[in-house]
């Protein structure tokens, strides 16, 4: 089993006739994520990759019936189709687009709100279900089907601690970043919660970074519904307060919340170890199973 | 991005935020001309980008023409914190009767702004924030809708402010929320907005921080970035577009990803060295951007060894390589030991097609960084 | 019994220092209706009637444990008034207030969906529950306590039904007035809804006017829900295509609905008797009693 | 309140939708130096608030010098549906493929704006939405959010726009919207769009009515009100501030409320007599509203028979009773006879005070109506 995607996932990709719109759609076919429509205004009745392009996703969905979009649509009109996305009642909407005004994300947030439909992101690297089907950028090879859960807030840490794992023969049932940003959809919680649920997840690794408190948040989570056992990271220890480092989401406030201390103290309290280098998070997750 | 304080004020005084009379100088004579026509008290405020700058000598309030020039000679060319003050604000000393805190920012937990406003202004507001958190009232704004101008004199009635500027503060809270918006801002804030004993309401600072990601349609506030603001690297950073933060160690450090760098800065301190920077490239690793990130990290004189991580994700690790052979091409001699380590996708080849004369390969993040760390004892033992 | 009002209804008055306010105010004391509070910003430690002031409605409810409001504040500030009487949890808003925009009503209507307070208007004359509470403007004394409902778009038609009704000894459970403009709260199905619920409402008048298709909503309602039984009136049979009559509702588009002919000939297919005068809607309600 | 079609193309063009090149006209030589500058084919259009201008002439194109003087002559001072033309558009004929309907109204239903695109444009809309309602595209629209720039796309793609200019057509959807909402309309409308030979999209009507009980907010809008358009009576009762409609019988009618006065209206017709107008006087009855809504029914030509209908509600009858007394005071004479029916508040102490020697009063509905008709066929016999 996994989460949120596989086999059956029918995807439309918003901004499929972009170069990275049309690069990752061919990545994704060839991992065999079933794509099976591109929307871009405008656009209607080319192909990309042998993937039929709609004008909009309204168009796409009802004529391929999809039920899982991926955004791959420029900053400054990703809010506009995130929102089309959401408007049209699929049941997740990927996006990979960074850099979305806050703002645009604030009102995307409060729609999100009104509606059913799950937002993974924005400014994440996606969802894989290794051997099933990928939404996004994430490298496929590097991934393996298995019985541990990955849910992580950055991209290329998270294939550091996947590759660790694969490495050792540790599969993953599935892995999804949640993204960076200060305000996104699906969050930590939202994911464990999913991963508790899912009978084929026996581990979960959760890489976490310093700003927010969604780690804490995750860990009360942890604390009070989760079985299954968690291994946890935390990057920016070293982070000085007050420096943003890429992530807008990496700020260390500097008020007691947020700091990598506060998050390692809040999971250790949990029950969850946390891992000095990503290996050691692999090391965990070894004894777990 | 962050406004200057006299920035702010215009952008705020433009919408109707009363603010005092006042000048922008930077020399000492344009400094009197300012307080000629503004009078006394004056107050001159050092334009720089660093928190406490009353306390660290960047404000002082002049009472004559002798005070004005001392502290206009004291404050231009003043180094604060790092920073030389090349512009002062020159502005009218406001007789004030009570100090009000208003601010707006985003609530990162709650994905929606929320307006502050306290009784407690002209201080540190974080510190009210954790010692007393009740003396600041909080209202959350449904960013579909707006501040409602109810929750605005909502918010201003539970803060207790005096009910005889109640109105006046709602009204500022109002033209803050809208500033808030329609410039993309990730904060406003007034501190202090003081009462004078007019009780006319009156704001005395001016913060306004910009969304970077909401410039491309903010083209006039995009215009008053401050190119020579901060670090001289940082600036260069801003430039080739890179994610960059100094520090004070002396491993310097390269990686595509803001999770994976902070975790090779973590690792080099777990392994007991000190990173000099946060240096994060981004996607893909065309020749250019890594010749750029070494060239930078090379140029930073406290570097003494570089330890440079690529997890290639997408990107193959052999076009990877290429780029650094071609970068590292371009010096004649290699000025600091480089580690290389190129992980996923094609990353043996990679590791293969790297020349070994100019750079040490790794395999693993962890023997990467080790060695870096090892590299930057040798130079300075 | 009655619906939506009733002896325990503890009432707020926004605008309450205002001309219209005060007056009303104490009309509805008079009356008997528990006025609890005002809401004037700024007006906060003032009396009004005997009535204590608050700054805002949130501080109003809070010290005086209100449940409903009525809304006398100037058309230009009402919307806001209305938003801020929906975000504080009451049961019930009645908005006077005729002259609203148009479009700061559609806003009003879409935080109604997501909240659970029923609002009644605007411009409407309010609610009564004769010998417990009037929420308005309506002249009480043309009320009797009985067992007839009633419902209507328009203020002193009500008035004149009622009093035909209050003449022959027919007293009312409940009268509500909905409002004449483009977008409302309380619709006549909820209204209509209410009454068929309510075991102490015996009949229903229900007094529609040209425009708009609440009127043939709420045929179709009564024709499947409803037991009890109505007696119409509708109002601008005369009404020439396209000129607007007063209330921004009673605008005949001259497409077909929305006209008189349509809803008396959809009331009478619901099998409700609809009067040529109002004096004719006593005699059917007579009829049913 | 409905804007002129040279008004609304004006608000059209500042927000950036292209109209075509024209000038506002009032004597023929005005028409004749715009067509100079414009050059033929030339449109000629009565700018008066009448629907089908085109089929009752007041509307012509115009291709050389002689057909634009005739045109303007016949046009301009021309009585159309009871308006006199006293200024016409003289606009460049644009040269189309394909004319499409764009407009944006309230949904009373669902209490939300919604958008409509149409390939059927150039026609009666209305016609279009009866017969062939699935030719017409629909998107609603979240008051809060405002229309997002995915639904301009989708409606505009639904419509069956041709691809080429369907992004243009969304592009003046979105505008279009921003316009309803910042001008707090209660419609826009363009009919047609037309689409040029080189597939350039064009504003060729425009429509905008204005939210009455907005103006308050769009000062310049307010300004716009032409308040010598229709009716003279009509434009008299706007200065009084009633609502008011004149209609074709002979009974004059003034009351309070919509409702009742509809039913009033209702009744005259169901007693057998013929409706003069609709008067509402609104709230409370003071003597000068009274006089005022007497003189402008007396002032009627075809009323013969008054009725007065007030239901007192809040306000009380005696002091309804001693305004009509005031009021009929001021006429030497009273011109046509007055039925007066109060009801509510003080009714009866009302009715005693009337001056029966001024008035005739009833004490029901009915039995005033009956009156008034019966006077009205006592004067027409």
Do not use: W
Request: aromatic fraction near 6%; charge should be negative.
């Amino acid at each position: 089993m996994s989460i949120f995607v596989d086999d059956d996932t029918r995807v439309v990709v918003q901004g499929i006739t972009g170069g990275e719109g049309k690069f990752h759609t061919e990545q994704m076919l060839e991992y065999g994520t079933n794509v099976v429509a591109g929307a871009v205004p405008g656009k209607g009745g080319q192909e990309v990759a042998g993937v039929p392009v709609y004008d909009t996703v309204d168009e796409a969905v009802d004529a391929e019936d999809a039920d899982a979009s991926v955004v791959f649509v420029p900053p400054a009109f990703a809010g506009d189709a995130v929102f089309e996305a959401l408007d049209t009642d699929l049941d997740l909407v990927v996006a990979i687009t960074e850099g979305i005004p806050t703002q645009d994300m604030a009102k995307v947030n409060k729609r999100l709100s009104e509606v059913d439909t799950r937002l993974l992101g924005p400014n994440c690297p996606g969802i894989i279900t290794p051997g099933e089907a990928k939404l996004g950028i994430l490298p496929g090879n590097i991934f393996e089907a298995g019985n541990v859960g990955l849910v992580s807030r950055s991209g290329t840490l998270t294939y550091q601690v996947v590759s660790n794992l694969t490495e050792r023969g540790i599969g993953q049932t599935t892995a999804i970043g949640i993204g960076g940003d200060p305000i996104i959809g699906t969050s930590f919680v939202d994911a464990l919660e999913a991963f508790e649920a899912d009978t084929d997840t026996d581990a979960v690794v959760m890489c976490g970074e310093i700003g927010g408190e969604d780690e804490e948040q995750a860990a009360k989570f942890i604390a009070e519904h989760m079985d299954t056992p968690v291994a946890g990271f935390i990057a920016g220890r070293t982070a000085p307060p007050g420096k943003r480092m890429g992530h807008a989401g990496a700020i260390v406030s500097g008020s007691g919340t947020g700091t990598a201390e506060s998050k390692i103290g809040a999971l250790n309290d949990a029950g969850v170890p946390v891992g000095d280098t990503p290996n050691e998070v692999a090391d965990h997750i070894e004894d777990f199973l | 991005m962050r406004l200057h304080e006299y920035q702010a004020k215009q952008v705020f005084a433009d919408a109707g935020i009363p603010t005092p009379d006042s000048r922008l100088a930077s020399t000492v004579e344009e400094v009197m001309d300012a307080v000629d026509e503004i009078g006394y008290p004056a107050a001159i405020k050092a334009q720089v980008h660093v928190g406490g700058r009353g306390k660290a000598g960047g404000i002082e309030i002049a009472t004559s023409e002798a005070e004005a020039r001392e502290a206009a000679e004291s404050i231009l060319g003043m180094d604060l914190k790092g920073y030389t003050v090349d512009k002062v604000l020159v502005e009218a000393g406001v007789d004030f009767e009570n100090e009000l805190y208003v601010g707006i920012t985003m609530d990162r937990g709650e994905g929606e702004p929320v307006a502050m406003v306290s009784t407690e202004g002209g201080v540190d507001i974080e510190s009210v924030a954790e010692e007393t958190p009740e003396k600041i009232a909080r209202e959350h704004i449904d960013p579909a809708f707006g501040l409602h101008p109810y929750q605005a004199r909502k918010v201003v009635f539970e803060a207790g402010i005096p009910k005889d500027v109640a109105m006046d503060v709602a009204s500022i809270l109002t033209t803050l929320y809208d500033l808030y918006e329609s410039k993309d801002a990730s904060e406003v804030e007034i501190n202090p907005v003081m009462i004078t004993g007019d009780r006319e309401v009156v704001a005395a600072d001016a913060v306004m921080n910009i969304d970077e990601d909401a410039l491309f349609r903010q083209p006039e506030l995009a215009e008053m970035e401050d190119e020579a603001a901060g670090d001289e690297l940082e600036a260069k950073a801003n430039e080739y577009g890179f994610d960059y933060v100094r520090l004070s160690g002396n491993v310097g450090i390269i990686g595509n990803g803001a999770g994976l760098v902070m975790t090779t800065l973590d690792l080099v301190d777990y392994y007991g060295g000190a990173p000099a920077n946060f240096l994060d490239i981004g996607g893909g690793a065309k020749a250019e951007r890594v010749a750029n990130a070494l060239e930078m990290v090379f140029a930073d004189e406290n570097v003494d060894s570089v330890v440079f991580n690529i997890f290639g994700g997408i990107t193959r690790g052999d076009e990877v390589a290429k780029g650094i052979n071609e970068a590292l091409a371009q010096f004649d001699e290699i000025p600091k030991p480089v580690v290389v380590r190129l992980a996923g996708t094609n990353a043996a080849e990679g590791m293969e097609i790297l020349n070994e004369d100019l750079v040490q390969v790794e395999s693993t993040l962890e023997d990467a960084v080790q060695r870096a760390v090892k590299n930057a004892e040798e130079v300075t033992q």
